[in-house]
């Protein structure tokens, strides 16, 4: 039996997310420029399928609505040609859009590629991150679909889905050799314990925002360097811890029956939750030092 998509989707999708960023806080540090580039180039792509996905909802919104009115049988021939005529050149236009989304797709994965150049790191950082966005689009288009009359494209962007994820989780296993060096890195250079005070890093990661400023003003700006580091260094950790906890969730999840994945996805989605809530406090600290 085939599952439904959501089905499918709750039981196999087990992206790791945090690989990512544990990437790209390293190269960050390693290549700077050239890892901004990558991702502004990935925010073009965005923009790109985005733009294209709001002209192919209406289209195919239109085609739907059409279609509809024919198959009813109670227009005269006169507005069926007239229908058919509207369907044939909506179909004329999506396919001149999808050509101008292809070369400009096409334009910066060409720009992506002179970027990495000679780097197998920072190419298979792209790889990853492209894959990724690809996954969204897909799902993007496909969860426009469910509300679509054609349920052929629905299964047709339910099947290029199960693909693009396929291909993502082969591009994470690539990728975790770069995340292995960023992890040994972060080993090398995180400051010793005596030049940070464990106890109150955990405090301050607590702090909201507002207090965390006033906090901030009683540094000296060496004294601020090591607080920033020992927040990259939390980070890393939560990430690491993450990427761990996915993974055990992952191959539970292999293993289950149904019933069973209910029980991880109890087990394990608070605690995964908790510290990406973590997380996401040490960054907001971190981008307010970088300012």
């Known amino acids: 039996m085939t599952l439904r998509f959501s089905e499918w989707n709750k039981s196999n999708h087990i992206v790791d997310e ?61 507005e069926e040609k007239d229908f058919r005529k509207k369907i044939k050149e909506h179909q004329s236009d999506l396919a001149i859009l999808l050509r101008r989304k292809t070369q400009k797709i096409r334009d910066l994965n060409d720009l992506a590629m ?15 991150k492209k894959a990724e966005a690809e996954l969204e689009i897909v799902e993007n288009l496909y969860k426009i679909s469910k509300n679509l009359p054609d349920k052929k494209l629905e299964d047709d962007l339910y099947s290029q889905y199960k693909k693009a994820y396929d291909r993502l989780k082969q591009k994470e296993k690539g990728a975790e050799s770069v995340a292995k060096e960023a992890e040994k890195d972060s080993e090398e250079t995180t400051p010793k314990e005596k030049d940070v005070d464990t106890s109150k890093i ?36 939560g990430l690491n811890e993450l990427r761990s906890m996915r993974r055990a969730k992952g191959k539970e999840l292999d293993r289950a029956s149904s019933k069973e994945k209910t029980e991880i996805l109890g087990k394990y989605n ?7 809530e973590k997380i996401d406090k040490i960054r907001e600290k971190i981008n307010h030092i970088d300012g």
């Open 18 to 78: 945090s690989l990512g960023d544990d990437i790209q806080n390293w190269l960050g540090k390693t290549f700077g420029g050239k890892t901004k580039k990558i991702d502004g180039i990935l925010a073009d792509l965005g923009f790109v399928e985005k733009e294209y996905a709001k002209e192919w909802e209406k289209s195919q919104m239109d085609m739907g609505s059409l279609n509809g009115q024919i198959d009813t049988g109670e227009i005269s021939p006169e």
């Open 114 to 128: 002179k970027t990495v150049e000679g780097n197998s790191r920072l190419q298979k950082y792209w790889d990853l």
């Open 202 to 237: 955990g405090k301050v990661i607590a702090m909201n925002l507002s207090d965390f400023k006033d906090e901030v003003k009683k540094y000296s700006p060496e004294g601020l360097k090591t607080l920033q580091r020992a927040l990259i260094d939390q980070k890393n950790l």
């Open 270 to 276: 608070p605690k995964i939750y908790e510290i990406g």
